[in-house]
């Protein structure tokens, strides 16, 4: 088994170095022409790294910038640019400082200026101001709901977009008549962009009637005057904009199957858009390893099963976790027992949820030593604490903030 450890972890750290976001972003600056003096605002939980390629890249054309991202992601001071930490998942004062200072930037601009706008999944949480009248209190309230509820990330940016100053279009027509250049690193299946960070430079696609759809869905509690904008249209059009994405789930697959492929796997990507039950998603990735093991279906070893997406988990019990942690955990039932036969799950931005894991490991050994430890696997799930789990028998993946952000990929390995 440890050989085949070994080479989970050395797929764990080429998997998120190919997807370092510092050379996309070099070639979308290339392929642009910068008629006019450039400012710079980068938001999300990539912003720093992203931040820094285009720092680097334009030098002196650059005249001032501001980031915003998650507390302690940035990596030290660069040039001109002002850098915040704010909240996420959840948005804090933090937040509302660094959105206005991005906001008082845009409205400075004229023809003349253009505005250099990164993104990077997490922006929803990190780039708010709330719409006149809106708290704070109620943007917290209204995630923490849909957080808890296991709605997926198009659907809680749906809603929460409606109760913002600078989200599903609105901030890019505050920086008119400037031009901006939108450069996305998208961390939302199908690259919607009206979702990636709640689409603060693009128009938006959902309507009131989908919004209201969310809302009964998950039975949501909203204020009289949440219940009010949510019967607000939201902008339809910005023309302003030119927009590149430069990242997304698809490239982490294609970089799993390369380095699985250069350690002897034959790699096969099933899914780039799984979205489901995180619990449910290791049970089945645990069965197609079972079968794989046993030689009961088409997939011949050694090989990689890769799928990556975004899960959810709707959240029953009190305990620490992720979605990640969640899948690997929740697959270890399925595959324990079994010889060189792993899996493991990791959020590419190094944070799985609220924890400081990326993910979690698991393989034919893990039940046994949970069980040495007196813990009870299912009990661990239904209390939603897959990280202590994890913890107990070193099957967290610790990396660190990462400086990327592109979604989800979980790996089956099987020799």
């Known amino acids: 088994m440890s050989q085949i450890y070994d080479d989970a972890q050395k797929m764990i750290k080429e998997i998120i170095g190919d997807n370092m976001p510092r050379h996309a972003v070099e070639e ?29 890249f334009l030098g002196e054309k650059l005249v001032q910038g501001i980031i915003v991202t998650k507390y302690e992601h940035a990596q030290g001071e660069l040039p001109r640019i002002d850098i915040c930490e704010a909240g996420h998942p959840v948005s804090d004062e ?38 006149e009248g809106v708290t704070l209190d109620d943007i917290k309230d209204v995630t923490n709901q849909l957080l808890a509820s296991g709605a997926d990330i198009v659907e809680m940016n749906m809603v929460r977009k409606r109760f913002s100053s600078v989200k599903a279009g609105r901030f890019a027509k505050l920086a008119e008549p400037a031009h901006v250049f939108a450069i996305i690193l998208s961390d939302v299946l199908g690259d919607r962009l009206d979702s990636i960070a709640s689409g603060p430079a693009v128009p938006d696609h959902s309507t009131v009637e989908d919004a209201a759809k969310v809302v009964e869905k998950y039975n949501l509690k909203l204020t009289d005057l949440q219940r009010k904008y949510l019967l607000e249209e939201t902008p339809k059009e910005v023309c302003n904009v030119e927009t590149v994405i430069t990242g997304s789930v698809r490239t982490l697959c294609e970089s799993a199957a390369r380095v699985a492929k250069t350690l002897g796997y034959t790699p096969v990507v099933l899914t780039t858009t799984m979205n489901c039950e995180a619990s449910e998603a290791g049970r089945l990735l645990a069965a197609i390893a079972a ?43 399925g595959i324990a027992g079994l010889e060189d036969t792993l899996i493991f799950s990791l959020g590419s931005d190094g944070t799985d949820g609220p ?6 490991i698991t393989c034919g050994k893990t039940i046994g030593k949970m069980r040495e430890k007196g813990l009870d696997t299912d009990k661990i799930l239904s209390d939603n604490n897959a990280y202590h789990g994890l913890q107990a028998i070193d099957g967290l993946i610790i990396t660190g903030p990462t400086g990327t952000n592109v979604n989800d990929v979980t790996v089956i390995l099987c020799k």
């Open 28 to 56: 979308a600056l290339k392929k642009h022409s910068f008629k006019g003096n450039v400012h710079l605002v980068a938001i999300g939980k990539a912003a720093w790294t992203m931040a820094e390629a285009a720092s680097d």
């Open 94 to 131: 933090n937040t509302i400082a660094a959105t206005q200072k991005c906001i008082e930037l845009a409205q400075s601009l004229t023809a003349d200026d253009e505005l250099l706008f990164l993104v990077s999944g997490g922006g929803s949480a990190l780039f708010e101001k709330p719409a």
């Open 291 to 333: 079968d794989t093991h046993a030689g009961r279906n088409s997939f011949k070893k050694p090989c990689a099963i890769i799928a990556g997406g975004e899960t959810v988990v709707t959240l029953k019990g009190k305990g620490k976790g992720g979605r990640n942690q969640e899948i690997a955990l929740a697959g270890a039932k």
């Open 355 to 360: 924890t400081n894991a990326a993910g979690g």
